[in-house]
């Protein structure tokens, strides 16, 4: 089985680009990478911090399809419920999709 790729599309409120970003580095990062995800990039539009507020885009890979599940059993953890409802105060709204490379030919 190929690698799982997860996506996450967060539209931020006005003014919390960095602060999102911050969180995000300090809060999830070390815990996404010890339940075994692989942030491959991540991505602002529009490019520049703008009023409206702005869309951060995550990219993160797992290995397998184990290793998703592992993630998966590992996401119940107490401390990381309370980083999703801490740093929803900065969301308007958030979504994330569960991927796996597609044969086109």
Not at 7 to 16: I, N
Request: hydrophobic share 40%; glycine share 8%.
């Amino acid at each position: 089985m190929s690698a799982i790729y997860i996506l996450d599309r967060v539209k931020l409120r006005p003014g919390q680009l960095q602060a999102y970003q911050q969180t995000l580095r300090e809060g999830y990062l070390p815990g996404a990478r010890k339940r075994g995800m692989e942030l491959i990039g991540s991505w602002t539009t529009p490019p520049v911090e703008v009023a409206e507020g702005n869309e951060l885009v995550t990219l993160w890979s797992l290995p397998s399809i184990e290793s998703f599940w592992a993630m998966r059993a590992g996401s119940g953890a107490p401390e990381l419920a309370t980083w999703w409802e801490e740093s929803d105060r900065l969301v308007e709204s958030r979504e994330r999709k569960f991927m796996t490379p597609a044969e086109i030919s």
